[in-house]
């Protein structure tokens, strides 16, 4: 058995580890989005909803490098808010559009060629990865930044173009940050002992409450949860926000 590596124990070590670790989430991302294409190509919509959907997921977990990729991880999940014509601008583009068009009826003719441009978009990224500097100081600010983001975009259904899945997507989100936690674990713990434990549990917490919300394994529409589970989901994601903005703070001050 090959043996477990090292703890970061620096920052740069954590960024080091980052970069691998977003380097294998792309190319998940990748093979869910040429899988996607095929199904499209196929007819097959329900398969290509979820080849989307896991393709999605890679993208949320990805996490931590979201304002290090510029135009390249706008053009892979923007959203169609802000284009003058909304979903039918010529700049609506990426994930995001394919989740329109599936979830609104369009078929090969109007999204194989945004898929085609997706991927074209992800091998330009992958390609640049190495070189893409991830700011040390981003990593504990991250940490709180990807669930601030998924509230705002994903349960407010701000961002939702059709899917209804927000609550898978910030079911990635989580993931995301307790991988951005994982890297820093050790030098938070050094910073306030046994704060890490504390947001394990609150984050354990928040992923029961949106697994709970599944009904025989087949998400919900967030505002169609029952209220007592939405209401479970809102009041964990609010404890581990208001935990989760004290790990910028600790290390703006170390």
Do not use: C
């Given at each position: 058995m090959m043996?477990?590596p090292?703890a970061?124990?620096?920052m ?12 294998d ?6 093979d869910?989005a ?9 007819g097959?919509?329900?398969t ?22 510029g135009?390249l ?9 802000g ?24 078929g ?19 390609a ?9 100081a981003?990593m ?5 930044e ?16 059709g ?29 306030k002992?046994g ?24 998400w919900t ?8 589970q939405?209401q ?5 994601m ?5 935990s989760l ?10």
């Open positions: 043996p477990a090292a970061p124990e620096t740069a070590d954590a960024v080091a580890a980052y970069h691998s670790y977003a380097a989430r792309l190319s998940e991302l990748r869910h040429t899988s996607m294409r095929a199904a499209i190509g196929n097959a919509a329900d290509a909803r979820t080849e989307w959907l896991a393709a999605q997921q890679a993208w949320q977990r990805v996490g931590a490098a979201y304002g290090s990729f135009e991880g706008g053009a892979i999940a923007p959203g169609s808010r284009l003058q014509q909304g979903a039918a601008d010529p700049g609506f583009k990426g994930l995001r559009r394919i989740e329109y068009g599936l979830w609104h009826g369009q090969a003719a109007e999204l194989v060629p945004v898929v085609d441009e997706l991927l074209s978009d992800l091998a330009a990224l992958e640049k990865l190495p070189e893409t500097a991830v700011d040390p981003d504990p600010l991250r940490a709180h990807i669930l601030e983001d998924a509230q705002r975009d994903h349960l407010s259904g701000r961002g939702d173009q899917s209804g899945l927000a609550l898978a997507l910030t079911r990635a989100d989580v993931d995301a940050t307790k991988e951005v936690l994982d890297l820093i674990r050790g030098l938070l713990e050094n910073l002992r704060f890490p434990a504390k947001l394990d549990g609150e984050l354990a917490a928040l992923s029961s409450a949106i697994d709970a919300t599944r009904a025989d394994g087949v529409p967030f505002p169609s949860v029952p209220l007592p939405r479970q989901v809102n009041a964990a609010g404890r581990a926000l208001e903005a004290l790990v910028p703070a600790l290390f703006s001050t170390d």
